[in-house]
Every structure is written in C-alpha cells, then in structure tokens.
C-alpha cells in the first residue's frame, strides 16, 4: 500500500507560481496513473490534472490548462504539479492521488490519497 505526502503549499500573490511535490512511499508509484485534485471551502473536490504511469500523456482540467502542469519522476517516487499565473480562484487544499485506472477525472477511481496541502493565492 502506498502512502502519499504533498508539499510545497502555501501563501503566494496573484500571478505568481507554485510547485507542488508529492512523495510516495511504501511502494513504487511505477504501477499507477496519478493525479492531482482540489478541494476549495464549501466546495466538492475537483480533478486538476492526472497523469499516466509513464508520464507520457496528461489530462487537465480546463480551468488550469495552459497554467499548470503536472509530471513525475518514477526514480524519485515522486509526482509534481507546477502552477503557474495563479488566480484566486485556485485557492484550495491541493490533493495527490494514485490510481489504477488510466487517466481518470474522477475521484472514486483513486485508491490512494494523502493528506493535503494548502494553497492560497491573494489578490
């Protein structure tokens, strides 16, 4: 069973930039798609991005597509989401997922979660 650990949150200005990072352990990450959600104050949790074992082919949410972008770096057991032109808007606890499942936007198919990170991004 893996176990997953996001960092790299925190408070940052409108237009800036943030990457996430997302540790396994416990087992490799090799086996699963892996994917990134958010969950804002009073909101259900959202898909942002996902991306095969690989790392060869993405999915993103449309309200994130042309600023963020996720990757991984099998070696490292590691996942990454790099934010870029930050709105408002996108702040939410941040959430890293793994799933069996290829590319999947939604979060019944995700085995796997950790625990969160905050972002906040003022205006």
């Known amino acids: 069973q893996v176990q997953l650990v996001e960092s790299g949150g925190r408070l940052v200005q409108a237009g800036g930039s943030l990457r996430l990072s997302c540790a396994a352990s416990?087992?490799?990450?090799?086996?699963?798609?892996m994917g990134w959600f958010r969950q804002a104050p009073g909101k259900e949790r959202e898909f942002v991005a996902a991306?095969?074992?690989?790392?060869?082919?993405?999915k993103y949410a449309d309200s994130v597509k042309g600023r963020f972008t996720i990757s991984r770096d099998n070696a490292k057991n590691t996942v990454y989401l790099q934010m870029n032109s930050l709105k408002p808007e996108d702040t939410a606890v941040y959430y890293c997922a793994a799933s069996y499942r290829p590319l999947s936007y939604y979060s019944g198919e995700y085995d796997y979660w950790g625990q969160g990170t905050q972002v906040t991004v003022s205006s």
């Open positions: 416990g087992g490799t990450i090799n086996n699963y798609d």
């Open positions: 991306v095969n074992w690989s790392g060869g082919s993405t």
